[in-house]
């Protein structure tokens, strides 16, 4: 997998993995840090849907700022040096880490509730802003010593502005098969769908088509997850369970399966903060606490070991290799 194009100021030095409209690379900046480089196609930059697609997930995660949410360091939204560089996973995302799993074994549940509540953390930040991601998968969720941050701002959109109805089949929410407009709550149910995933070690709907699945998410149930895991909170089953109902309005909140599950955790939740940045539109999580514990500050970037050339292939990103379904909108 060779670059199209080079982007000034950073070294390229292997392939991390390629997506329908760029491709990832580890890169070196100028400043010596280790990025995740995206760097769009060129029949990404001369097709209009899918130029705006990159210019818009350029945008978004440069604004969102929060503790789980992919950061992006600088970027480029539109032509011919557009780029994004975002900080870089060494374990990749959460696709890869459950592939790696032994057959028939799932995450430890203490783990998958943490990243569980990371992701709706995430959420909870976007809603606030009233944003709505469109694709929350394990795809799109990086995972560094136990905790989570959501990625992929390339379907996200402010719902005063409005933006292209988008999603993976797996993990979409019943009126987005309609047809209909996203919201906060079809987020949820993608959450939800995640949910099941991680503390079942099974999807909760499954289909060898896009019509199967359709299928599935409109007119069937699954099984209750305590039949599943018996060991899963039982508020949190619950609310896992109501995630996904099929009429958006009977959903809880990403705040309500925050808090749940890092009660499940045995942690006190308390409120998020947020607070205006004074020159930006953006609004940035501060403050946050989360019983008696709190995030330790910003540090700057560790120095990373010379990649190995020869770990190249071992180290790319496998969900890049296998796409049952692309994504319809």
Known sequence: MTPERTIPGYSLLRPLGRGNTSLVYLAAAEDARYVALKIPHEHTLKEKEA??????????????????I???????????????ALKFYRQGDLTKQLADLPSGQRLPEP?????????????????????????????????HDGRAALGDMGSAFFMSQGGKV????????????????????????SLGVMMYELLTGVRPFTGS?????????????????????SNVDRRVSRLAELALAKRPHERP????????????????PQDEIYEECPDTPEVVAVG?????????????????PPPDPAAADKDIDRSSRWKLFRRRK
Not at 166 to 189: L, Q, R
Not at 209 to 229: G, K
Not at 253 to 267: H, K, N, V
Not at 288 to 304: D, I, Q, S
């Open 209 to 229: 088509s896009y019509e199967e699945l359709m299928v599935a998410h409109l007119t069937r149930f699954p099984r209750s997850i305590a039949h599943l895991n």
């Open 166 to 189: 988008s999603g993976s089949p797996f993990y979409m929410a019943p009126e987005i098969y309609h047809g209909e407009s996203s919201s906060g709550a079809s987020d949820v149910y």
């Open 51 to 68: 130029a705006e697609r990159f210019g818009n997930e350029v945008r978004l995660t440069l604004q969102f700022r929060h503790p789980h």
């Open 111 to 143: 783990t998958a509730l943490r990243i569980l509540a990371d992701v709706a953390s995430a959420l909870t930040y976007l809603h606030h802003l009233d944003a709505v991601h469109q694709d929350v998968k394990p795809q799109n969720v990086y995972v």
């Open 70 to 84: 992919v950061h992006a360091y600088a970027g480029t939204a539109f032509g011919t040096q557009a780029f994004l």
């Open 288 to 304: 946050r606490k989360v019983g008696r514990h709190r995030p330790a500050p910003a540090a700057g970037p560790a120095p990373l």
């Open 253 to 268: 909140s990403a705040d309500e399966l925050r808090r749940a599950l890092l009660e499940s955790l045995g942690e006190l």
